[in-house]
């Protein structure tokens, strides 16, 4: 059984995260409501060129299939390696090899495509396909909308890397996918390395940093004791508490029962 953060193969080193501190929010001069109100959010901390990540899938789609009606989803991008024009030596062809063999070992069902490394010009090189993310819910009409084209986006990457040996690190590449799960390809392609692009993958690194990402993927989660000030009827943080969830990549209910 294979519980907690491992790391993700593309950089083979572990992501290390910083635990971050949350104090309890100052309570203010206002008269706090008597009734309190709970909101939980599991941030879910992925790189979608991350093999680990990709082991996950059914195992992570199960849980939340499953999940406590009161716990949002929240997918955070942790960027594993920055942009790069530089192949990858031979050496770290051949461990990431190794390690997607002992990902299958260890995660029955799991599939790889090894023709990548012979088809392909490898590259360290993860956060085109980051922004290939946020550059596909940038073409979202609404929050619905944004949070299903992610999921679409991630689904081309990881499938055309790992099971169609396409390289995510090329821009043609992912334009490619853009166009494939119907996205408006020009825009995508403005989008793909904007400064509000890159400024949003930043922001999404930092805060996986910040609430203690140790790993891809990481479970992270937020609770968020909430109470409602009488006179202004605004929400005042109370509580915060973060807390890293196990994981176990062939039995969802290791994550389920500590939800």
């Known amino acids: 059984m294979y519980i907690g953060r491992r790391q993700c193969d593309y950089s083979g080193s572990i992501y290390a995260g910083m635990k971050v501190n949350v104090a309890e929010a100052k309570q203010n001069s206002y008269n706090w409501k008597i009734t309190m109100s709970e909101t939980r959010t599991l941030y879910y901390v992925h790189d979608p060129m991350c093999s680990w990540c990709w082991a996950f899938v059914p195992t992570w789609e199960q849980i939340q299939r499953e999940l406590p009606n009161d716990i949002e989803v929240v997918y955070l991008l942790g960027g594993l390696a920055p942009d790069s024009d530089l192949p990858m030596p031979e050496q ?21 495509n090894y023709d990548f490394w012979t088809q392909c010009q490898p590259r360290r090189s993860t956060y085109p396909s980051c922004r290939a993310v946020l550059a596909a819910k940038a073409q979202a009409r609404d929050s619905d909308e944004a949070k299903a ?4 986006m991630i689904k081309a990457i990881q499938e055309g890397y790992y099971l ?8 043609d590449t992912l334009i490619a996918f853009a166009k494939e799960i119907g996205l408006d390809a020009k825009r995508f392609e403005l989008e793909l390395n904007s400064e509000s692009t890159i400024e949003k993958l930043n922001e999404e690194i930092q805060l996986s940093r910040s609430i203690g990402a140790q790993g891809f993927p990481s479970l992270i989660l937020n609770s968020n004791k909430l109470a409602e000030a009488e006179d202004s009827k605004s ?25």
């Open 92 to 112: 770290m062809k051949l461990t990431i090899a190794g390690y997607w063999q002992t990902i299958q070992d260890r995660v029955p069902g799991t599939q790889f």
């Open 149 to 152: 084209l992610e999921k679409v």
């Open 164 to 171: 169609n040996a396409r390289n995510p690190s090329d821009f």
């Open 235 to 259: 929400q005042k943080l109370k509580n915060v508490q973060w807390q890293n969830v196990p994981y176990d990549y062939n039995d969802a209910s290791v994550t389920l029962r500590r939800l």
